[in-house]
């Protein structure tokens, strides 16, 4: 199973997170939520046409080469053995809601995952080792790259027509379903006991890219989406960091918006 068969971004946006939730109250307030559009990184080779912070473009361009574009046999050997009992990729949530709505709940969804752990700690290693190129020192920077990204206000003219902003792809005019498809693995990591600080702060800087795209309505292949208010970026910034696992799981019970969308 290909992962260039599946919705873009979709599988493996969990590569990211920094110590966890004793993090968080540091982040909230520190993340730079007012763009540098137009800024440049001395190690990184211009790109002619590129809009938006030049280190978050590259981390987005080399994470999307990792999980969609190029992934290696053991990437795509995995998500194949993780999504198979689901019933394929674009039903992971549906698996996930249902053991929700189940009663047992963690317990019913470890159960369903515990047999492919091996494939789950194949994700987080190759994923993380992107996260340690791009951002392994700089926590505030990566809460920065979740917020740039859930605005849609990276464009990055390397990528084909129809994804040239780093965002989470959609069909006008139905909404994004791929964060509620990414919440399964970032709740397993952590069920799963691989790095579950690290993966419950990833969790959150989800939750606050996907409140950000759900107010800020990017367009596609647009490189001049703007930003929101930086106190509306702030404060939903600082809400989802806050949230505790249990938190965590009852938002993404609820789409295709949050449920305080804006609030």
Same mark, same amino acid.
């Given at each position: ?9 979709? *599988? ?6 920094? &110590?966890?939730?004793?993090?968080? *109250? ?6 730079? *939520? ?10 990184? /080779? ?92 700089? /926590? ?34 139905? /909404? ?39 107010? &800020? ?8 989406? /703007? ?23 009852? &938002? ?12």
């Amino acid at each position: 199973m290909s992962l260039n068969t599946m919705d873009r971004r979709g *599988a493996l946006r969990a590569a990211l997170g920094v &110590a966890g939730a004793a993090a968080a *109250a540091t982040l909230i307030g520190a993340a730079p *939520a007012a763009a540098r559009p137009g800024r440049c990184h001395p190690t990184l /080779p211009d790109v002619p046409g590129m809009v938006g912070d030049r280190w978050a473009n590259e981390f987005w361009y080399q994470y999307d080469e990792m999980s969609y574009y190029t992934p290696s046999q053991e990437m795509k050997d995995a998500v194949a053995a993780i999504t198979t009992p689901f019933g394929g990729f674009t039903k992971t949530y549906d698996a996930w809601s249902a053991t929700r709505q189940g009663g047992r709940y963690p317990r019913s969804f470890l159960e369903l995952i515990q047999p492919n752990k091996d494939a789950f700690e194949v994700l987080s290693r190759n994923q993380r080792a992107v996260y340690d190129t791009y951002y392994g020192r700089d /926590p505030h920077g990566l809460v920065f790259a979740f917020q740039e990204f859930g605005q849609g206000v990276l464009f990055d003219p390397r990528r084909p027509d129809g994804q040239k902003v780093h965002m989470m792809n959609y069909t006008p005019p139905e /909404p994004t379903h791929a964060y509620h498809r990414w919440h399964p693995f970032l709740a397993g990591f952590v069920l799963l006991g691989i790095e579950p600080r690290w993966w419950t702060h990833v969790n959150r800087l989800a939750g606050v890219a996907w409140e950000l795209q759900s107010l &800020a309505q990017p367009i596609t292949d647009l490189d001049h989406n /703007p930003h929101l208010p930086r106190h509306t970026v702030r404060h939903i910034t600082a809400k989802w960091l806050r949230r505790d696992r249990a938190e965590l799981d009852a &938002a993404f019970d609820v789409s295709p918006f949050p449920a305080d969308l804006g609030k």
